[in-house]
């Protein structure tokens, strides 16, 4: 079973009031819970694309290379290369 962590943030002022109208009655979300695992998840999937979207880049610039410039690479190289 995965592991749960409690998490305190403090938020004043402009940002707390942003997330408070975004909780409750009038707002998307039912609790303020609800709404950080969200963000944090829409932040998790944006990196994710943002890697498929560098590594699709970067296989569209090699395929339409000459094979005259391909060079052996090993799997750790391209991890390496490839780590954020």
């Not at 940002?15 to 009038?26: G, K, R, T």
């Not at 994710?48 to 569209?60: G, H, I, P, S, W």
Request: proline share 1%; glycine share 4%; net charge negative.
């Amino acid at each position: 079973m995965a592991q749960t962590t409690t998490m305190t943030v403090r938020l004043s002022g402009a940002l707390s009031e942003f997330v408070a109208s975004n909780v409750d009655e009038n707002g998307s979300y039912e609790n303020i819970s609800e709404y950080v695992r969200d963000l944090i998840r829409r932040d998790k999937e944006r990196r994710e694309q943002e890697a498929f979207d560098r590594l699709k880049a970067e296989l569209t610039q090699a395929f339409a290379a000459p094979e005259s410039t391909y060079g052996a690479l090993t799997a750790a190289d391209v991890i390496a290369r490839n780590r954020d």
